[in-house]
Every structure is written in C-alpha cells, then in structure tokens.
C-alpha cells in the first residue's frame, strides 16, 4: 500500500451504535485488509428510551473491538441537544489534526433523521475544512491536515440522499459480515427492542443484489471522487 493508503481511517458518530449500524461492515473490511479505524462518538445515548449511558458505552466499546477499531468519546452538547456551533467544529478538527486520517466517514446531513445525525455531519464537514487552514489560533496546537475525502453513512433508510450518487463497498467476505452482526449485536440494549441488525444487513442485500454481490454499504461522498485513470473506477453497480 501507498503512503495514502495506510493512513487511518476516521468514522464519527453521533450516539453509540450509530457507526456500527450505519458502516459497520465497511469498518469490518477495512480492519481486514490492515488499516487502522479510529471512532468518535459524540454522546453516550443517554436520551434513549433503552439502555443507560454506561450500559450503552460499554455495549460501544465491546462493539468496536469486534470490528478492530479504537474508540474515543467527547462530550458536545448531550444526547438529542447538538447545536451547530464554531466550538464544536473547532473540537472535531483538533481531532482530525490527531488523528490525520486520510478519509473520514459522517452521518448524512438529510434532515428527515434524528436530529443529532444530521448537525454532527454538518460539523464534520465544517471540521474537515477548518482541518486544513493554518492560521486558526485556536488549532494551532496541532499541525494542519488535509483529509482526501469525506464520506457520509446512512444509518436509516430514510438518512439516504437523493441527489447524492453513491459509492457501494463489498463487503461480501463471510468474516466481514461475521464481524459486523457481532458487533451490531454487540448493542444488546438496542437489538433486543427492534429487529435493527436485520434491517441493516437486508438493506446490504439489496444493494448487494443491484450490484451482483452478496452485500455491499453505500457511501455518499461530500464532493465527486478523483481518479488516476478510469482503470482504478471499478465497474458499475446495474446487474439487471
């Protein structure tokens, strides 16, 4: 792999089990071929209607070590409260400057969603330019970093743009999906109330069918993706 290539990869999310729901099987792929996952989760779920915020980090934390990841929490405004401000944006680039990820995955920003996922993927997508400009005084303990490209999940069906062209990642391999619904299942506090990991892994069928392969996530980029040459595009998802 290329320098690029090895650098991490940096998933936020706004409640504990939104990244595993949402990308878990990507994570799951890209442990699997070797590149290191660092996961940000901006509250503990505490406005849930199930499971306490010590019941959920703990369910969290045991979810991404299935999944080979590392895991940090911060504090912004609480479960069900985040507000779009500069302090926030400042806070999830200091995290970018750290961590100097090469791509970095964020709930949509559709607004027919939970209110959190939508303004955290507003946030990162500020952070992520915030990130790169060096004369911000209140970043300047950390060096500057330019991401390659920013990525939003879907945790729910109704979170998926519409004017957005995705990208679909197979995440087919029988280990992968192994890992994901372990750790999907990892939430116990959520999976025991609705049947939430099937849903997720019948949304990768579908998609999957589309594409030909047995299951696939779909990524929606920020901005068109760049490519050396049309060898390195893959083909096309129509299988019908």
């Given at each position: 792999m290329n320098s690029l290539e090895t650098l991490p990869l940096?998933?936020?999310?706004?409640?504990?089990?939104?990244?595993?729901?949402?990308?878990?099987?990507?994570?799951?792929?890209?442990?699997?071929?070797?590149?290191k996952v660092h996961f940000v989760v901006c509250s503990l779920g505490e406005a849930g209607t199930h499971g306490t915020a010590e019941q959920r980090a703990s369910e969290t934390k045991e979810a991404a070590a299935m999944l080979g990841a590392t895991i940090e929490f911060i504090d912004l405004d609480g479960d069900g409260k985040l507000e779009i401000r500069a302090e926030h944006?400042?806070?999830l680039a200091k995290i970018i400057r750290r961590i100097r990820p090469a791509k970095i995955l964020a709930p949509t920003v559709v607004e027919n969603q939970h209110p959190d996922?939508?303004?955290?993927?507003?946030?990162?997508?500020?952070?992520?330019?915030?990130?790169?400009?060096?004369?911000?005084?209140e970043l300047l303990d950390e060096k500057a970093h330019a991401i390659e490209q920013l990525f939003f999940y879907a945790i729910t069906p109704e979170g998926e743009p519409h004017d957005i062209t995705p990208?679909?990642?197979?995440?087919?391999?029988?280990?992968?999906?192994?890992?994901?619904?372990a750790a999907m299942n990892a939430h116990k506090s959520q999976?025991?109330?609705r049947n939430y990991v099937e849903l997720?892994?019948?949304?990768?069928?579908?998609?999957?069918?589309?594409?030909?392969?047995?299951?696939?996530?779909?990524?929606f980029p920020n901005e068109p993706p760049v490519f050396k040459s049309l060898a390195h595009t893959g083909r096309g998802a129509r299988n019908f």
């Amino acid at each position: 792999m290329n320098s690029l290539e090895t650098l991490p990869l940096l998933i936020f999310g706004a409640h504990p089990d939104d990244i595993e729901f949402g990308c878990g099987g990507v994570v799951a792929r890209e442990t699997r071929d070797g590149r290191k996952v660092h996961f940000v989760v901006c509250s503990l779920g505490e406005a849930g209607t199930h499971g306490t915020a010590e019941q959920r980090a703990s369910e969290t934390k045991e979810a991404a070590a299935m999944l080979g990841a590392t895991i940090e929490f911060i504090d912004l405004d609480g479960d069900g409260k985040l507000e779009i401000r500069a302090e926030h944006a400042f806070k999830l680039a200091k995290i970018i400057r750290r961590i100097r990820p090469a791509k970095i995955l964020a709930p949509t920003v559709v607004e027919n969603q939970h209110p959190d996922h939508t303004r955290l993927g507003k946030l990162v997508r500020d952070s992520a330019r915030l990130a790169r400009y060096g004369g911000l005084t209140e970043l300047l303990d950390e060096k500057a970093h330019a991401i390659e490209q920013l990525f939003f999940y879907a945790i729910t069906p109704e979170g998926e743009p519409h004017d957005i062209t995705p990208i679909l990642i197979d995440v087919s391999l029988p280990e992968v999906i192994s890992a994901w619904t372990a750790a999907m299942n990892a939430h116990k506090s959520q999976a025991s109330t609705r049947n939430y990991v099937e849903l997720q892994l019948t949304r990768a069928r579908v998609l999957g069918a589309r594409a030909g392969i047995e299951y696939a996530i779909a990524l929606f980029p920020n901005e068109p993706p760049v490519f050396k040459s049309l060898a390195h595009t893959g083909r096309g998802a129509r299988n019908f």
